[in-house]
C-alpha cells in the first residue's frame, strides 16, 4: 500500500520502507538498506531533514502521530531492543523513561534488572529499575524475589502510551 507522508510517496512491504523517487514513477528506494550512523540508528535525509526510520515507520502506519514532537513523551522503542529491526510489529510510542528500560551494556549484555551485591547486607539482591527518568532499586533475600520485582516495576513504567 502507498501513503503520501511528508510530502512524498512512501510504502511498506514485508516489514520495510520504500520511498518513491520523485522524478520517477517506477523507481522505488529502500531505506531499510541505509547503513546505520554510528549510534547505530538508520536516519533518512527527506525534505532537507533528517528523520530516523523508526520514527517514519510508526508514522506511516499512525498516521495521526505527530512525528515532528520531538518532547520527552513522544520516543520509539524498538521493544526487542534492536535498533535496525524496524518492523512496525517491533515499533511503539513510549516516553524517554520507557525508552530507557531496553538499554544494553556496551559490551552487548543485556541489562537484566537486578544484581547481587558483595557488602553483606542482609538483603543481597537488588532489583533495579527506571521510573521517571530516576533509578530505583531495592534489596531482596532471594534472586527469584529481586529478578520478580524488577520485572513487575519495568512493566509497571514500560509501555504506557505516549502523548500524541
Known amino acids: 500500500m ?43 535525509h527527506i525534505n532537507k531533514k533528517h528523520y530516523y526510520l523508526q520514527r517514519l515507520v510508526y508514522l506511516f502506519h499512525n498516521p495521526e502521530w505527530n512525528i515532528h514532537d520531538d518532547s520527552r513523551d513522544n520516543s520509539i522503542d524498538h521493544m526487542n ?28 549484555k543485556e541489562i537484566k534488572g537486578y544484581s547481587f551485591r558483595t557488602d553483606g547486607r542482609p538483603k543481597p539482591w537488588m532489583a533495579q529499575w527506571q ?21 513487575e516495576m519495568r512493566k509497571l513504567h514500560h509501555y504506557r502510551p505516549c502523548k500524541n
Open 2 to 44: 502507498e501513503k503520501e507522508i511528508l510530502g512524498n510517496m512512501f510504502k511498506y512491504e514485508d516489514g520495510k520502507m520504500y520511498k518513491k523517487y520523485k522524478s520517477s514513477k517506477k523507481i522505488w528506494r529502500c531505506l531499510t538498506d541505509n547503513k546505520p550512523k554510528e549510534d547505530g540508528y538508520i536516519r533518512c
Open 81 to 108: 531492543g534492536n535498533k535496525l529491526d524496524n518492523r512496525i510489529e517491533n515499533l511503539k510510542c513510549v516516553n524517554c523513561s520507557q525508552n530507557k528500560q531496553n538499554i544494553t551494556h556496551r559490551d552487548g
Open 131 to 151: 521510573e521517571n527518568g530516576k533509578r530505583k532499586s531495592k534489596g531482596f533475600k532471594t534472586k527469584q524475589e529481586a529478578k520478580e520485582y524488577s520485572e
